[in-house]
């Protein structure tokens, strides 16, 4: 009953195919590493990434080398593993890799959102790297013994001898889309909150409204470009996880989480974190900082209007306060 249960929420996948899946994956990885060598390691999801390919590149080795020798056994540190060990990594680290989805959401969103309003920020890019590959590690520790200790997390094999397995029950996972849901439901209500703001306000101001509605303003400004920015550069990705949610097929544990997953995460976290803040004055005085992203290119424009407004309402609280 139990493996009966477990088998709905998992596919069988020839050993083969993982292994191309997984080297795949890891191409892709490394190139995307190479491709933002320049800055990767300035947040903390840059060295999630490295570390999440150097953890696939392990695990890719350790799977081919169990398979090219799976009619024998490879012994490592005196225990034999066989072709049963294949299965029993990829389903673990797929494991691993679904519990540490929403970590890395909530510690990558902390980050993006001290990065703006620069609070907390280490004064040196090395303790910066110290920092967050401290984080980085401890996230692996703490979700590896979650996984071995605390889960309720049971592996399904064949009843079969080891050199009769050539496939592996792979669990499906659903966490990237329900992280991309719960953001982008963010994202909507910022616009809305946003929109709804300015529309309070677009009756003719009193003195003491100059200020708010020029706020409004800018946090409108903030939130539609923003929107503008990452849907002008992730339309098609959005459109593929749509169709991965409304269709019934299912991603494999093992690839859910991958570094063009993080770039895109990384995108999302920005504007998220940029429409809910929404540092419209200081990104158009250079005080807000936009965290590093080799895919949008976040360039804000502020009207002169909007500026001037500003500089109005400073100036009749000036005049009231000379008054008083």
């Known amino acids: 009953m139990h493996f009966w249960l477990k088998s709905l929420h998992a596919m069988?996948?020839?050993?083969?195919?993982?292994?191309?899946?997984?080297?795949?994956?890891?191409?892709?990885?490394?190139?995307l590493v190479f491709l933002q060598r320049n800055h990767i390691c300035k947040s903390f999801l840059g060295v999630f990434g490295v570390s999440l390919?150097?953890?696939?590149?392990?695990?890719?080795?350790?799977?081919?080398?169990?398979?090219?020798?799976?009619?024998?056994?490879t012994a490592l540190l005196g225990l034999k593993l066989t072709r049963y060990h294949v299965?029993?990594?990829?389903?673990?680290?797929?494991?691993?890799?679904?519990?540490?989805?929403?970590?890395?959401?909530?510690?990558a969103g902390l980050d993006h959102f001290f990065a703006v309003t620069r609070r907390l920020q280490p004064t040196t890019a090395r303790a910066r790297r110290i920092v967050y590959s401290f984080v980085t590690g401890f996230l692996w520790y703490l979700t590896a013994l979650y996984v071995f200790l605390l889960c309720d997390f049971i592996p399904v094999m064949e009843d079969v001898p080891h050199y009769q397995i050539h496939q592996c029950w792979v669990f499906h996972t659903t966490h990237i889309l329900q992280v991309a849901m719960f953001l982008l439901l963010i994202l909507g209500c910022a616009a809305l909150h946003a929109r709804r703001r300015t529309r309070l306000l677009q009756n003719p101001p009193l003195s003491d409204q100059i200020t708010d509605?020029?706020?409004?303003?800018?946090?409108?400004?903030?939130?539609y470009q923003a929107l503008h920015i990452f849907l002008n550069t992730w339309a098609l990705f959005l459109g593929f996880l749509a169709a991965l949610l409304l269709l019934p097929?299912?991603?494999?544990?093992?690839?859910?989480?991958?570094?063009?997953?993080?770039?895109?995460?990384?995108?999302l976290l920005i504007t998220v974190v940029l429409c809910v803040v929404c540092p419209g004055s200081q990104l158009a005085q250079g005080l807000a900082a936009v965290p590093a992203d080799s895919f949008c290119e976040w360039r804000f424009k502020f009207?002169?209007?909007?500026?001037?407004?500003?500089?109005?309402?400073?100036q009749v609280s000036k005049q009231k306060q000379d008054l008083c």
């Open 213 to 223: 509605k020029s706020r409004a303003l800018s946090r409108r400004s903030v939130v």
């Open 12 to 31: 069988n996948v020839s050993i083969p195919s993982i292994l191309l899946g997984l080297g795949g994956k890891c191409l892709l990885n490394w190139a």
């Open 249 to 267: 097929v299912g991603i494999p544990a093992y690839l859910g989480l991958n570094i063009a997953g993080l770039c895109f995460l990384n995108s």
């Open 303 to 314: 009207s002169l209007a909007a500026e001037d407004r500003t500089d109005c309402s400073k």
């Open 87 to 107: 299965c029993l990594l990829v389903q673990i680290l797929g494991q691993v890799y679904s519990t540490l989805q929403w970590p890395v959401v909530v510690v």
């Open 53 to 73: 390919a150097v953890v696939d590149s392990i695990l890719t080795l350790s799977v081919t080398t169990l398979h090219v020798h799976a009619d024998e056994y």
